[in-house]
């Protein structure tokens, strides 16, 4: 029963009703406009912010690290057997369609993380905390929508996501190992303990030097294997924007295979738009003083995640022939595909990769489900020892489960999330616009770029006046 109640939401929202495909395509079409194309027009300027994003206080986290932070959550199975899912199932046109909902999710990415900013609140720690609950119950004064949207993400980032990626890491190095899935499950469930129980400052310090330090590096492979393969760089990248309009020889019918896979991959990758990012947005110390320098730091993060570490498997994957898989495979596609460049190593390399994109993310996850304690007075011993049980039993139980059943479930909490924000961010458009343009005002005059409450009308009012 709990598998045909999956199978009918995921329909509604990503099969026959498309749903969230339409949702999301309108709403990075919406604030694209409403906000002048601030991914393309400030472009350079999300990479400036950089500069000096190291600083934290007592209470929050540096930009840089929340950058991490959120990347080490976005860069997991959807960057490695995500793309490899999107390909087998919808063709290398999918990629071309993960490319397009990433510049769209960039100003989303953007809307959200300024509302979580804006919104934020101190916990019982004094340390900042804030989300999407967060600015729909002050913004929008609608408890009953927060509360929902609170369970949705306990249920997909405080359980299910993080046995997503204990599947994909148990899959890997049994494929590459023949390592026993309980044994690497236990193994995971010890790693993560020993970082979660120091919070999301401990957290963020993991993701501070290991995230820089994987992407690079798989990058720079990739890169390799480009230019190794540089002569059939242009075939590959007509055939991506073929395929993705179906004008392959009886190609037609896989255009729509090729629109679905790649928005629904691309959302479970970059995240734009499903809400989870804020949390860390709203728990950094923003350089400048601002609300807004987060929605660029975390616009920041959609580019790295989507248009440039999925598209590094995708390339692997494709310039090794991987489009003509004609079954759902996840991370040994992309083990095969690596293995065809590099010979035996290339099993290897993946199955390190997988294991520290997706153990940060089994991390971070963590981190998000604890944000929204707060909102149901949790935020105590008790309610911090009962939520972290709960979520390292779901890393065990996804570390043996089946890869269909697993996705399955995280894309149903993952659309349902996505749903409820979409909502509230677009009843929130005002609000967004008019923090936006006061921090583009500032920047075009050179005026100091600190923010305070009354520059600028808000909906509803931090409950703590924070920017007060």
């Not at 779901?394 to 697993?406: R, T």
Request: proline letters at 2%; hydrophobic letters at 50%.
């Amino acid at each position: 029963m709990i598998n045909e109640f999956v199978s009918l939401v995921n329909n509604i929202l990503w099969g026959d009703g498309q749903v969230l495909i339409i949702m999301l395509l309108a709403c990075g079409i919406w604030f694209t406009v409403k906000l002048g194309g601030v991914q393309l027009r400030h472009f350079g300027h999300m990479f400036s912010l950089l500069k000096g994003s190291n600083t934290s206080t007592k209470d929050g986290i540096s930009s840089f690290q929340a950058l991490c932070t959120s990347l080490s959550a976005r860069v997991g199975t959807g960057n490695l057997a995500g793309v490899a899912v999107a390909i087998s199932l919808g063709g290398a046109g999918a990629i071309f369609w993960m490319w397009m909902i990433a510049l769209l999710g960039m100003a989303t990415g953007f809307a959200e993380s300024v509302l979580g900013q804006l919104y934020k609140v101190r916990d019982e720690n004094g340390e900042f905390r804030g989300g999407p609950a967060y600015y729909i119950k002050q913004g929008l004064n609608k408890t009953w929508l927060a509360v929902a949207f609170s369970l949705c993400l306990f249920f997909g980032y405080g359980f299910v996501f993080s046995a997503v990626q204990a599947n994909t890491i148990t899959d890997a190095l049994n494929n590459a190992y023949s390592f026993p899935t309980e044994y690497v499950g236990l193994a995971i469930i010890a790693l993560a303990a020993l970082i979660v129980v120091g919070g999301l400052k401990s957290i963020a310090r993991f993701a501070e030097y290991v995230v820089p330090f994987m992407g690079i590096g798989y990058v720079l492979v990739a890169l390799v294997i480009t230019f190794l393969n540089i002569s059939e760089l242009p075939a590959m990248l007509l055939d991506i924007v073929k395929s993705a309009f179906g004008l392959q020889e009886a190609g037609a019918g896989a255009l729509g295979a090729a629109i679905k896979n790649g928005i629904q991959r691309g959302l479970y990758s970059n995240e734009a738009g499903s809400g989870s990012v804020p949390h860390a947005a709203a728990s950094a110390v923003p350089n400048p003083n601002h609300p807004v320098s987060q929605g660029y730091i975390q616009m920041l993060g959609v580019f790295l995640d989507t248009l440039v570490l999925c598209t590094s498997t995708a390339f692997i994957i494709l310039l090794a022939g991987g489009s003509n898989s004609d079954q759902m495979e996840g991370i040994r596609l992309t083990q095969d595909a690596m293995s065809s460049h590099l010979g035996e190593g290339g099993t290897d390399f993946v199955a390190a990769a997988i294991s520290l994109f997706a153990f940060t993310s089994v991390v971070a996850n963590y981190a998000y489900g604890e944000s929204n304690l707060h909102m149901f007075k949790l935020d105590n011993k008790i309610g911090r020892a009962v939520y972290t049980i709960g979520y390292l039993g779901m890393i065990y139980w996804g570390a043996q489960a089946a890869l269909p059943q697993v996705w399955a479930m995280a894309d149903m909490a993952l659309g349902l999330m996505t749903v409820i924000n979409i909502i509230a961010i677009v009843w929130m458009t005002p609000t967004i616009v008019s923090i936006s343009k006061d921090y583009f005002k500032k920047k075009d005059s050179g005026a100091n770029m600190e923010y305070k409450a009354g520059d600028c009308e808000i909906q509803g009012k931090s409950e703590e006046g924070i920017w007060d």
